[in-house]
């Protein structure tokens, strides 16, 4: 995420300040301290985090379960090769990390190792991840 956009002497890249600023702002945020904040205050609320694998989340159909790299049509829109599903991509992979949390969640709950007191008042209980 935080590549450089200097780009090759035959290729230059376009943007490069700006990119370059958005670097330092990330790599200054500090992720770790933003993550161990969260995970105190959801304790301190009686909750937890849970953290799930971003891999192919971006790519991968909530539909169908189709994964391809040809499923993203530029920066912002995800179609389906296979049902043509067409979401807004942010929006899909919050889509396939929320199943693969609940995944995870529902993983701990056979186990024993936590108890599901509810998902929400208006959310139905999750179907497999795809
Ligand atoms: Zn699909």
Redesign the pocket.
């Given at each position: 995420m935080t590549a450089s956009a200097k780009g090759t002497i035959t290729s230059l890249g376009r943007n490069v300040r700006a990119k370059s600023g958005l670097n330092r702002s990330i790599l200054r945020m500090g992720w770790c301290t933003f993550v161990c904040m969260l995970e105190y205050k959801m304790r301190l609320s009686g909750r937890f985090v849970i953290k799930v694998n971003p891999r192919n989340t971006s790519i991968t159909?909530?539909?169908?379960?189709?994964v391809d790299k040809q499923?993203r049509w530029g920066q912002a829109e995800f179609r389906?090769?296979?049902?043509?599903?067409t979401l807004n991509a942010d929006t899909l992979a919050s889509i396939n990390q929320l199943w693969a949390g609940r995944a995870q969640m529902l993983a701990l709950c056979s186990k024993g190792e936590v108890t599901l007191l509810s998902w929400g008042e208006d959310e139905k209980l999750p179907r497999s991840a795809p």
């Open positions: 159909s909530p539909k169908c379960g189709n499923n389906s090769t296979k049902c043509s599903l």
